[in-house]
C-alpha cells in the first residue's frame, strides 16, 4: 500500500516562506511522478507544481519564481519550497504520485494522494 504524508505546513504571513515535504513509503519513490496540488474550501483541487523522475519540473503560472519543487530519491520524499508567499495561495496542498514519467497537470493523472497540510497567508 503507498502512502504519501504531507507536512510543514502553518500559518504565515504575506512575503514569508515555507517549506512542504511529502513522505512516500510502500514502493519504490524514485519511479513515481510527484505533484503538488492545492484546494480552497468550495474549490476545485488545482495544480501547482510536478516533477518527474528525472527532476525535469513544470508549474502552475501563478507560481514561477517563487515556489521550487525538488526532490530526494534516498529520503522518499519531494518537497515544496514557496518564497513570497501572497494571501491566494492560502489552501490545503496536497501531494500526489503517479506511475510514468509524464508531466501531468490533472487530478485524474494521479493515482496515489496524501492527507494534506494546511497553509494560511495572513495579509
Known amino acids: 500500500q503507498v502512502q504519501l504524508v504531507e507536512s510543514g505546513g502553518g500559518l504565515v504571513q504575506a512575503g514569508g516562506s515555507l517549506r512542504l515535504s511529502c513522505v512516500v513509503s510502500?514502493?519504490?519513490?524514485?519511479?513515481?511522478?510527484m505533484g503538488w496540488f492545492r484546494q480552497d474550501p468550495g474549490k476545485e483541487r488545482e495544480f501547482v507544481a510536478v516533477?518527474?523522475?528525472?527532476?525535469?519540473?513544470y508549474y502552475k503560472d501563478s507560481v514561477k519564481g517563487r515556489f521550487t519543487i525538488s526532490r530526494d530519491n534516498a529520503k522518499n520524499t519531494v518537497y515544496l519550497h514557496m518564497n513570497s508567499l501572497k494571501p491566494e495561495d492560502t489552501a490545503v496542498y496536497y501531494c500526489?504520485?503517479?506511475?510514468?514519467?509524464?508531466?501531468?497537470?490533472?487530478?485524474?493523472?494521479?493515482?496515489?494522494w496524501g492527507q494534506g497540510t494546511q497553509v494560511t497567508v495572513s495579509s
Open positions: 500526489a504520485a503517479r506511475s510514468g514519467g509524464l508531466l501531468r497537470t490533472m487530478t485524474h493523472n494521479y493515482d496515489y
Open positions: 510502500g514502493h519504490t519513490f524514485s519511479t513515481y511522478t
Open positions: 516533477i518527474s523522475q528525472i527532476a525535469t519540473t
